[in-house]
């Protein structure tokens, strides 16, 4: 099977560390980039085939990931258009394009739909710890379904939804996620620091302390408020500092900020 990914920055080279890691082989797979010095790094760490071309990346390819910024959607689609071969399975991870957008302009001249699965991965996936939601065009065969969930299962854990209209939360959720994680861990950092831990102590104290959590947190027999009440005794230090945050409002802020990535998710199909 050969891999093209159309687009090869941050997002594609997560899921190719993350593919060569899990013993795909890199010769499998080839990507497309416009800056030469990432061709070169992407063929230099994993030995993937490299192009500047994304038409000449996709041609022939079994499976094509679409993996450029939505703003360059579009024009990508129609100039891979004509090199895709009949029974090309094409995955986007592209945030907020549906898939009725992909089959325009994928389409080109054919008279059958092609098959595209839209997926939302996110950055874990080159250590092999990634989440990735998946869902189906009307076109894509069960075994094409397969070699989508099992492709992206490859690099951490992969979940089908139901209904496309549920991407904007699942973008704002898992694919924005880590962000919202490495945001509230740079916030910690700062904080030990200013009650005088080394810079680098509070690093690994921080990094740790959110893998360990995380880690606990995987157990989904587990539900996480009891995980919480755990680490919180009745008057101790741990509720002191939950109380304040409860009380400042911490659960609705990032309630605020999930939606405004959902919504954003949802605006970028109407700047095309
Ligand atoms: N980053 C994430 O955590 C994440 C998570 C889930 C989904 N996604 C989705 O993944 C996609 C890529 O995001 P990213 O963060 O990886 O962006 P990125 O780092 O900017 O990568 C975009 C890639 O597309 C290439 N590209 C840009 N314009 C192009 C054009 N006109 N023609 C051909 N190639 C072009 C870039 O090449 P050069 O860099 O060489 O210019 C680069 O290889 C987006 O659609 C995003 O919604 C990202």
């Not at 899921?15 to 990432?38: C, F, H, K, N, Y």
Request: proline share 4%; net charge neutral; glycine share 8%.
């Amino acid at each position: 099977m050969r891999i093209a990914f159309v687009g090869a920055g941050n997002m594609a080279s997560s899921l190719i560390a993350g593919m060569v890691a899990m013993g795909i082989d890199g010769g499998r797979i080839s990507a497309s980039a416009r800056r030469p010095e990432q061709r070169e790094l992407l063929k230099s760490c994993y030995g993937v085939d490299v192009h500047s071309s994304a038409g000449e990346c996709a041609a022939g390819a079994d499976v094509v990931i679409l993996s450029v910024k939505p703003q360059v959607a579009q024009v990508t689609c129609r100039e891979i258009a004509p090199h895709l071969s009949d029974d090309a399975l094409i995955l986007s991870i592209m945030a907020g394009i549906p898939v009725l957008n992909l089959l325009a302009w994928l389409n080109s001249s054919r008279t059958s739909a092609r098959a595209i699965v839209r997926c939302m991965p996110n950055t874990p996936a080159s250590v092999g710890f990634g989440m990735t939601a998946l869902y189906a065009s009307a076109a894509v065969s069960p075994s094409q379904k397969e070699c989508a969930y099992s492709l992206m299962s490859s690099v951490g854990r992969a979940i089908w939804v139901g209904d496309e209209c549920q991407f904007d939360a699942v973008t704002a959720l898992s694919g924005s996620g880590p962000a919202y994680a490495y945001l509230l861990m740079e916030a910690m950092v700062e904080a030990g620091k200013e009650l005088g831990l080394p810079s680098q102590v509070a690093e690994t104290l921080t990094r740790q302390t959110i893998l360990g959590a995380a880690q606990l947190a995987s157990d989904q027999g587990r539900a996480l408020q009891e995980l919480r009440r755990q680490v919180t005794s009745p008057h101790g230090t741990t509720e002191a500092a939950v109380n304040l945050l409860e009380a400042q409002g911490f659960k609705s802020l990032v309630g605020r900020a999930v939606r405004g990535a959902a919504r954003r998710s949802a605006e970028l199909p109407l700047e095309l």
